[in-house]
Every structure is written in structure tokens, then in C-alpha cells.
Nanobody, 125 residues
Framework: QVQLVESGGGLVQTGESLTLSCAAS????????MGWFRQAPGKEREFVAA????????RYADSVKGRFTISRDNAKNTVYLQMNSLKPEDTAVYYC??????????????????WGQGTQVTVSS
């Protein structure tokens, strides 16, 4: 059974940092692309960042480029999203996702097969 479990969300002030973790289990993810998406109330789920597990190649949404960093730890089977210089507009539920057997850094949530339950990030002004 595939499981993606996010953690690390919380309430922070503008300009502060948070690191989200996504613990992956239930299959081998070494051939997958892992993504982070977010969804604010009343809005569609949007792409944040993605990483090719095998080679570490990454892609970011323009809105987070230069502030967020996606990475993975092979030994821990965990993907991270380091978020710096947070803004109120970053407030959302953040989801971890996996797209099996690909090295294409998809940015559309419909292309991802496995999803975590989400973790809330709230940035106050």
C-alpha cells in the first residue's frame, strides 16, 4: 500500500521559513517524479515544485522560484520542501504527490497518481 505522509506545516509570520517533509512508503520511488502542490480555499490545486527522484532534476512554479527548494533523501525515502521568505499568499494546504515511472517534471496535478493527505501552511501578515 503506497503511502505519502506530509508533515511540518504550521503557522508562521511573513518572512519566516518552514520545511515540509513527505515520507514515502509502499513501493520503490526511485523511478518516479515527486511533486509538491498546494490548494488555497476556493482555488484549484496548483503546482509548486517537482523533483526527479533518480537524478535530482527539479522544476519550480514561478511564484516560488528562488524561495522554495525541493530535495530528497534516498536513505530516508523522504522528499522535502524548504520554504523561505514566506508570504501570506503562500497560505494553503500543501500536498505531496508521486508520478510513477517517469522523469518528466509534470506540473499538472492530474498526472500524479499517489497523494498524501496534506498539511496546512498559514502565513500571517
Amino acid at each position: 500500500q503506497v503511502q505519502l505522509v506530509e508533515s511540518g506545516g504550521g503557522l508562521v509570520q511573513t518572512g519566516e521559513s518552514l520545511t515540509l517533509s513527505c515520507a514515502a512508503s509502499g513501493r520503490t520511488f526511485s523511478s518516479d517524479v515527486m511533486g509538491w502542490f498546494r490548494q488555497a480555499p476556493g482555488k484549484e490545486r496548483e503546482f509548486v515544485a517537482a523533483i526527479v527522484w533518480s537524478d535530482g532534476n527539479t522544476r519550480y512554479a514561478d511564484s516560488v522560484k528562488g524561495r522554495f527548494t525541493i530535495s530528497r533523501d534516498n536513505a530516508k525515502n523522504t522528499v522535502y520542501l524548504q520554504m523561505n521568505s514566506l508570504k501570506p499568499e503562500d497560505t494553503a494546504v500543501y500536498y505531496c504527490a508521486a508520478r510513477p515511472d517517469t522523469s518528466v517534471l509534470f506540473t499538472t496535478f492530474r498526472w500524479y497518481k499517489y497523494w498524501g493527505q496534506g498539511t496546512q501552511v498559514t502565513v500571517s501578515s
